[in-house]
């Protein structure tokens, strides 16, 4: 592999809180290694169009607080084909721009390899989305912010439920995974969670309605992933006021609130730890790789198993919820 001496960063796919961290480390390590940076704004769509700006070490300043991306993000269709990346490779030639890192979820990482592959330039994927789903990674950068978003905005709820002794199914994000979910249920002491993982029938929810639940005398929450196979909280919610009509029963859709917002101070150190870690594993020569933290400790998976592997959520953690959820 040449001597890489610029490097490039893009944010891809949702944006998350801490991207603008990552940057900041993408930045600061490139040039702390005696290299060029180069901010790709919009993602993909703005390699193609070769939307590419020279970074200095003040562009960075000031953003490590903020929430979403200051290079944009997108949604490139363009990108999936052939002449797409083509195009953005040559871009990437034209800037002189030698490696690239890649800051996103699965699906960035997924045309992250193919163009990797086909144009042999060296990408590293950061692992940047609340849903927090990638596997090899303990935590995705976002993730811990946006649960401390939802489980804010669920406390507030629950003030509401128990004033008016309401039934309250609130839905959170996870469009295929129910760990933002699992994790707000049982830091808001919720008396159910229903995530995609399960296939849910309603029949322990029901069961808990009808013996354990006193409408007239309590309140009560109830955790939904929006992927929920039963159709998200609000076919949920129809379902069970057909079954027990004299519920109370509200919906909130809590939605890309969950997006938003300064990250927190765990996403702001896992943020600077990985994009430190992708320059260096550049520079180590690595490619094709996603840079994770498990344990505590920086790991590096090939973008391949990150894509086709399916990071599983806690039994331990399901369980949890039913036994403190006992009346």
Same mark, same amino acid.
Do not use: W
């Given at each position: 592999?040449?001597?890489?001496?610029?490097? %490039?960063? !893009?944010? &891809?796919?949702?944006?998350?809180?801490?991207?603008?961290?990552?940057?900041?480390?993408?930045?600061?390590?490139?040039? +702390?290694?005696?290299?060029? /940076? +180069?901010?790709?704004?919009?993602?993909?769509?703005?390699?193609?169009?070769?939307?590419?700006?020279?970074?200095?070490?003040?562009?960075? &300043?000031?953003?490590?607080?903020?929430? %979403?991306?200051?290079?944009?993000? /997108?949604?490139?269709?363009?990108?999936?084909?052939?002449?797409?990346?083509?195009?953005?490779?040559?871009?990437?030639?034209?800037?002189?721009?030698?490696?690239?890192?890649?800051?996103?979820?699965?699906? &960035?990482?997924?045309? #992250?390899?193919?163009?990797?592959?086909?144009?042999?330039?060296?990408?590293?994927?950061?692992?940047?989305?609340?849903?927090?789903? !990638?596997?090899?990674?303990?935590?995705?950068?976002? +993730?811990?912010?946006?649960?401390?978003?939802?489980?804010?905005?669920?406390?507030?709820?629950?003030?509401? #439920? &128990?004033?008016?002794?309401?039934?309250?199914?609130?839905?959170?994000?996870?469009?295929?995974?129910?760990?933002?979910?699992?994790?707000?249920?049982?830091?808001?002491? /919720?008396?159910?969670?229903?995530?995609?993982?399960?296939?849910?029938?309603?029949?322990?929810?029901?069961?808990?309605?009808?013996?354990?639940?006193?409408?007239?005398?309590?309140?009560?929450?109830?955790?939904?992933?929006?992927?929920?196979?039963?159709?998200? /909280?609000?076919?949920?919610?129809?379902?069970?006021?057909?079954?027990?009509?004299?519920?109370?029963?509200?919906?909130?859709?809590?939605?890309?609130?969950?997006?938003? %917002?300064?990250?927190?101070?765990?996403?702001?150190?896992?943020?600077?730890?990985?994009?430190?870690?992708?320059?260096? #594993?550049?520079?180590?020569?690595?490619?094709?790789?996603?840079?994770?933290?498990?344990?505590?400790?920086?790991?590096?998976?090939?973008?391949?198993?990150?894509?086709?592997?399916?990071?599983? !959520?806690?039994?331990?953690?399901?369980?949890?919820?039913?036994?403190?959820?006992?009346?």
């Amino acid at each position: 592999m040449a001597k890489i001496k610029r490097i %490039g960063v !893009l944010t &891809s796919g949702g944006d998350a809180p801490g991207m603008n961290a990552a940057i900041r480390a993408v930045v600061r390590a490139t040039l +702390y290694n005696g290299c060029e /940076a +180069y901010g790709i704004y919009e993602g993909y769509q703005g390699l193609i169009n070769g939307d590419i700006k020279k970074l200095r070490s003040n562009h960075v &300043s000031n953003i490590i607080q903020r929430g %979403g991306t200051i290079l944009k993000s /997108a949604r490139s269709k363009e990108f999936r084909t052939v002449e797409g990346r083509a195009k953005a490779a040559a871009n990437m030639r034209e800037h002189k721009i030698d490696a690239l890192v890649v800051i996103g979820g699965d699906g &960035s990482f997924t045309g #992250a390899r193919i163009f990797g592959q086909e144009h042999g330039i060296p990408v590293v994927g950061i692992p940047g989305t609340i849903d927090n789903d !990638l596997y090899g990674t303990d935590s995705t950068i976002g +993730y811990d912010t946006a649960v401390n978003t939802a489980v804010d905005a669920v406390d507030k709820i629950k003030d509401t #439920a &128990s004033a008016h002794n309401r039934l309250f199914f609130i839905e959170v994000m996870g469009r295929d995974a129910g760990f933002i979910a699992l994790r707000v249920a049982i830091s808001t002491g /919720a008396e159910a969670v229903l995530v995609p993982e399960i296939e849910s029938d309603l029949t322990d929810l029901n069961d808990f309605l009808g013996k354990d639940y006193d409408p007239t005398n309590s309140s009560a929450i109830v955790i939904v992933a929006e992927g929920e196979k039963s159709g998200g /909280a609000m076919q949920i919610a129809e379902k069970v006021s057909k079954s027990h009509p004299n519920y109370d029963i509200r919906v909130s859709i809590l939605g890309h609130m969950q997006r938003g %917002g300064s990250p927190s101070p765990f996403d702001r150190v896992l943020a600077s730890q990985l994009g430190v870690a992708a320059v260096e #594993a550049l520079l180590d020569d690595q490619s094709n790789i996603m840079v994770g933290i498990m344990n505590k400790q920086i790991t590096q998976v090939p973008f391949n198993k990150t894509i086709k592997n399916t990071k599983s !959520l806690n039994p331990e953690l399901l369980k949890l919820v039913k036994v403190l959820s006992f009346r």
